[in-house]
């Protein structure tokens, strides 16, 4: 054991000679000049005097005389006791330079932490949320392969990312700089691009399995992490076979990729991990592949709401037996149990990276063997400071058990356990390393707080979405007409259909050129509520797939799909329920703009029930616009035809990371008459090579003197109401009024302001089918955005539908 002790920790000696780092000058850097400036304050820090307590520790433990204050200890430091003999609680034993690397991960992490604290009394650190207490469970990393396994992981579990970064290769100085540049918003971030501290990778490191792998930014929205994991563990096997053809990677289970996702206790509350724990359980119980691993850690404390050892309740009340060949842990009641849904918990002590590692290991292995589901919930663990530099603790903890979480040194127990039970390092060795890594995250925020940071909004605008793909312009006969009863694309040789027909047929077009294109939903695989996808499940088996009726996890899912290398497009059944999975749907929206274009969602979504209708009232026949974030491209189409160049046009952009979302208007979906009994809504399908930008509009008439711009159902009401103005002689003739077809809703199209720009109207009237007021309708914007390039003319005018609910029944609202 001594001569692997010698030979790990000559590791930690060589890595000195790497020190060739940027650093120079730093020390005469702004953020330098401010310590000194504010050196009584900072010394005050808690956190600062926890890094002072574990460095005398240490220094008193090696016994040379080293001490970087005369304070005495006892009192003000305490360590969590690690077992006395661990061999045989452990199924898998960690190995003496696993212990290394981890105790890397879990030093950087606490000094990050607190220099973190340091920056942000001194006006240049912008993220303070603290990983301190949980830093051991950086061996979780050791449990997984970084080339294999996916991971996204709660924001207070920095330790797990650091040791990923290492096992990949990264020197720890390049990936405390990186996290450094985090904190001080720097540019130079290379996860987020100076816009938010966020734990992952955003280039996906991965060389082993293209579909496995790499780690996944995460927002601070609570547990959001969770549905696009469980989507990305569905999504490998789909993934697999798919593009792999026979799908015989499945058989060897060493490298089936796993999807790790952790969480906090407080967390477990949340709808988003409560649903996307729901869809794996559900996966297990309808024996669907989802290797997905929950990772829980209980500190007790949700910011300032105790949690009260819930999660151990929440996940232990159904438990039955233990399973056969479970190994008990240190502690008695940490043993693996076996839930009624078939998910297997396994419990770790938290400040004990063995067990850590060893409970870890033991799900991955399971979850890798069975492709199913299973969790690890990480216990005793102690949040050493406040949640952020803001959190107010003495409002809602005492005093003596604030000192007590912050005298509580996990760190310094991880010490002990490597040196004392693992022969792993010396004293002295431990202390040179915490001091060596101490300088270094230092020096690294020095030089972050001198790098560049984001000082315009263009910066801003320019990383909302992946570049849009030129698509070949379709002439202008194709899209303007001034037939006063448009027959859409009359043919000699092509059938005329309605709308739903062709959307059918271009949806299995898209599945016919493209193995990577799925189509998932709730009722889609017998051909969803308006037979949109009939027959489709038949024709593309395993690429047409429903799932439960949960607008989150279907949209979580298509996040993980979209990651994992698919094409995923997304039917939400109404477009009320768009509603009940907003947030993930704001999240996927967002990951193009956080991770700085390095990370894009392509997918395409469609929302079905949208304005007019009889059928299900307002929870069906919704018609308000309330949720078009930036990041999303929205189209709302009149007719078959355009359907189908714009739904080719989407593929395209989606294929380059856009996200696009149709709305489909219900009343529209099986139109055949425009005007009494004249077919004049059914339309020829567009030759193979015609596409519609979103840029593209088309337009009913284009010599009139006053103007109708809508989109949708607006469109055929607009006509309809042309024609009934020359029948009552308010107008001479329909030829004084064109119309205007603009389906890019989330945008002004070109073709909109070159339309206005190139004739002169005596007036614009804006037709809305979204309900008017604030927040519900689109062309409110596209008028102000118009009117301030003054293109448009003097008279103009804007109509809506009525700022009330849709009603079951006739009455159109």
């Given at each position: 054991m001594e001569r692997v002790r010698t030979s790990t920790a000559t590791l930690w000696r060589n890595n000195r000679a790497l020190r060739a780092f940027s650093a120079s000058g730093s020390s005469n850097g702004l953020l330098a000049r401010l310590r000194q400036q504010n050196e009584k304050d900072i010394v005050a820090l808690p956190e600062y005097k926890a890094r002072l307590n574990l460095s005398n520790f240490?220094?008193?433990?090696?016994?040379?005389?080293?001490?970087?204050?005369?304070?005495?200890?006892?009192?003000?430091?305490?360590?969590?006791?690690p077992p006395s003999d661990p061999y045989p609680y452990y199924k898998?034993?960690?190995?003496?330079?696993?212990?290394?690397?981890?105790?890397?991960?879990?030093?950087?992490t606490f000094h990050l932490h607190v220099e973190s604290r340091i920056a942000s009394l001194c006006g240049q650190g912008f993220y303070t949320i603290g990983p301190c207490g949980e830093e051991m469970l950086a061996s979780i990393g050791h449990a997984l392969d970084p080339d294999v396994d996916a991971m996204a992981l709660h924001y207070r579990h920095l330790s797990i990312s650091i040791l990923r970064q290492l096992r990949l290769g990264r020197n720890l100085e390049d990936i405390v700089l990186d996290r450094a540049r985090g904190h001080v918003i720097s540019k130079l971030d290379p996860v987020t691009g100076g816009v938010h501290c966020a734990i992952g990778s955003a280039r996906r490191e991965s060389t082993k399995n293209k579909h496995g792998g790499g780690d996944y930014v995460v927002t601070s929205t609570l547990a959001s992490q969770c549905p696009p994991a469980v989507g990305r563990a569905l999504g490998f096997s789909v993934a697999d076979t798919i593009l792999k053809g026979d799908g015989s990677s499945n058989n060897r289970s060493a490298n089936k990729p796993l999807s790790f996702v952790t969480i906090g206790d407080g967390s477990v509350h949340n709808a988003h991990f409560l649903s996307a724990f729901n869809l794996a359980r559900?996966?297990?119980f309808r024996k669907k592949k989802c290797p997905v691993i929950f990772g829980v850690s209980d500190n007790g404390l949700s910011i300032s709401y105790p949690t009260d050892g819930y999660a151990d309740y929440l996940f232990s009340k159904h438990s039955t037996t233990q399973p056969t060949g479970a190994h008990q842990s240190d502690l008695g009641s940490r043993v693996i149990?076996?839930?009624?849904?078939?998910?297997?918990?396994?419990?770790?002590?938290?400040?004990?990276?063995?067990?850590?590692?060893?409970?870890?290991?033991?799900?991955?292995?399971?979850?890798?063997k069975y492709s199913a589901p299973s969790l690890v919930l990480y216990q005793e663990l102690i949040r050493r400071f406040g949640h952020a530099a803001t959190d107010r603790q003495h409002a809602y903890l005492n005093a003596d058990v604030v000192n007590r979480m912050a005298e509580s040194d996990v760190v310094a127990s991880g010490i002990v356990q490597a040196a004392e039970q693992w022969n792993a390092l010396t004293y002295s060795e431990a202390r040179d390393r915490f001091e060596e890594i101490g300088e270094m995250v230092k020096d690294s925020f020095d030089v972050a707080a001198e790098e560049p940071k984001i000082t315009s909004r263009e910066d801003m605008l320019d990383r909302v979405s992946q570049p849009m793909v030129s698509v070949p312009q379709l002439p202008s006969v194709k899209l303007v007409s001034s037939d006063l009863q448009p027959k859409l694309g009359r043919g000699k040789r092509e059938k005329r259909e309605v709308m739903r027909k062709h959307m059918t047929r271009v949806i299995a077009e898209a599945m016919d050129k493209d193995p990577k294109v799925v189509y998932i939903g709730e009722d889609v695989e017998h051909g969803g509520y308006y037979l949109v996808t009939d027959g489709l499940v038949k024709q593309f088996p395993g690429r047409v797939i429903d799932f439960p009726p949960d607008e989150t996890t279907l949209l979580g899912a298509a996040m993980?799909?979209?990651?994992?290398?698919?094409?995923?497009?997304?039917?939400i059944p109404y477009s009320k329920y768009l509603d009940c999975g907003a947030d993930m749907f704001y999240e996927l929206a967002i990951s193009n703009w956080l991770t700085n274009k390095q990370c894009?969602?392509?997918?395409?979504?469609?929302?079905?029930?949208?304005?007019?209708?009889?059928?299900?009232?307002?929870?069906?026949?919704?018609?308000?616009?309330?949720?078009?974030?930036?990041?999303?491209?929205?189209?709302?189409?009149?007719?078959?035809?355009?359907?189908?160049r714009g739904f080719r046009n989407a593929i395209i952009q989606a294929k380059n990371g856009r996200v696009v979302m149709f709305v489909d208007c219900t009343n529209l979906l099986n139109l055949r008459h425009l005007n009494e009994k004249d077919r004049g809504w059914e339309t020829a399908y567009p030759a193979d090579d015609e596409v519609m930008s979103f840029h593209d509009i088309r337009q009913f008439g284009d010599s009139g003197k006053h103007l109708i711009v809508t989109y949708g159902n607006g469109v055929v009401t607009a006509l309809r109401a042309r024609r009934a103005l020359a029948d009552q002689n308010v107008i001479g003739h329909e030829s004084e009024i064109d119309i205007i077809d603009s389906p890019y809703v989330s945008d002004i199209p070109n073709g909109l302001r070159d339309a206005l720009s190139n004739a002169s109207y005596d007036a614009?009237?804006?037709?809305?089918?979204?309900?008017?007021?604030?927040?519900?309708?689109?062309?409110?914007?596209?008028?102000?955005?118009?009117k301030s390039t003054g293109i448009l003319p003097k008279k103009w005018d804007f109509v809506a539908a009525p700022r009330t609910y849709n009603p079951l029944g006739n009455v159109v609202t």
């Open positions: 240490l220094g008193a433990k090696a016994g040379d005389g080293r001490m970087a204050s005369d304070d005495s200890l006892s009192s003000h430091h305490s360590i969590i006791a898998h034993v960690i190995t003496p330079s696993q212990m290394l690397t981890s105790l890397d991960a879990a030093m950087a559900h996966a297990r149990s076996d839930r009624d849904d078939g998910i297997p918990i396994f419990k770790a002590n938290g400040c004990n990276m063995a067990d850590v590692y060893d409970k870890t290991l033991q799900a991955a292995n399971y979850s890798r993980g799909f979209s990651q994992d290398g698919l094409l995923p497009i997304i039917e894009p969602n392509g997918m395409v979504i469609r929302v079905q029930g949208f304005d007019r209708g009889v059928f299900g009232g307002n929870f069906h026949t919704h018609n308000m616009m309330t949720h078009i974030p930036p990041g999303v491209d929205v189209v709302c189409f009149s007719n078959g035809m355009d359907y189908v614009v009237l804006f037709c809305d089918i979204c309900k008017e007021g604030p927040g519900s309708n689109i062309l409110s914007s596209t008028i102000m955005g118009l």
